[in-house]
């Protein structure tokens, strides 16, 4: 019975051709997606883009993908929420969640993504709780306590999400936060202008923002010595 559910879940279907079509998604993007699929969705898994995609595109296709061809598609797989980025180690070997189509759709106030999270947790104890309440959804340890800590990160910076109102923010990787926090903090956080207002009026939303259009990704435009002072660290 589970190999049935794993085939029928890997089936590729109209949807999915007119979410590509919808997202302007390159043919290399489109292909690493069906692949992903097959590898099997919902759960974390660390492909090697190199070596086990890009060998099977050169079977099939008579050539690899060019390096920057392979990033672009895994890019924008992110970007359009297919895959979840949990942890890069190198540009080609990351561990990604893959998202099933109807887990997309539609983007906010799903009800079947809020029963994930039954009560705003105020402390990691009852994120936990919210979480694994679920019973339609389970976690593993690693995940809710990646979810955790990036309640928590937030909290630290003065931006308090209810994850019932706000589940996006449970999307993004610990380290995807942390790089749209650090920029936040680089653009005024809570400050305020000379008229004594805040020049960001609406922190959740800004983060958010920041994270759906990848802003953070500025930061690779800083010092090195910038970005460690804006996440933080003592120089």
């Known amino acids: 019975m589970p190999e049935n559910n794993k085939l029928q879940n890997s089936q590729w ?3 999915h051709d007119a979410f590509c079509l919808e997202n302007k998604l390159t043919p290399a993007a489109k292909l690493l997606w069906q692949w992903l699929i097959r590898q099997g969705m919902g759960e974390e898994i660390e492909p090697d883009l ?8 050169e079977k099939h296709r008579g050539k690899p993908y060019h390096r920057d061809t392979l990033k672009e598609a ?3 797989l992110i970007n359009c929420r297919v895959v979840q980025l949990v942890k ?16 997309l759709k539609p983007r906010k106030n799903s009800p079947k993504r809020n029963q994930n999270c039954d009560s705003p947790p105020s402390n990691p104890q009852s994120a936990e709780q919210g979480f694994s309440s679920s019973s339609n959804t ?8 990646i979810m955790e800590s990036v ?6 910076e003065g931006i308090v999400f209810d994850p019932v109102q706000s589940p996006e923010i449970l999307e993004y990787s610990l380290e ?5 926090l650090a920029l936040f903090k680089n653009r005024g956080g809570h400050q305020t202008d000379y008229r004594g207002k805040p020049r960001i009026r609406n922190p959740q939303g800004w983060l958010l923002t920041c994270l759906r259009k990848c802003w953070y990704r500025q930061a690779d435009q800083w010092s090195f010595g ?8 003592d120089l």
Do not use: M
């Open 226 to 233: 910038g970005l460690l002072a804006a996440l933080g660290f």
């Open 88 to 103: 890069k180690f190198k540009w080609h070997i990351v561990r990604i969640i893959t998202r099933p189509l109807d887990w």
């Open 50 to 57: 190199k070596e086990e995609f890009n060998h099977w595109v």
């Open 151 to 156: 309640l928590s990160e937030c909290e630290k």
């Open 74 to 76: 895994l890019q924008q």
């Open 13 to 15: 279907t109209e949807q």
């Open 138 to 145: 389970s976690f593993s340890e690693d995940q809710l306590l």
């Open 176 to 180: 995807e936060v942390q790089y749209a």
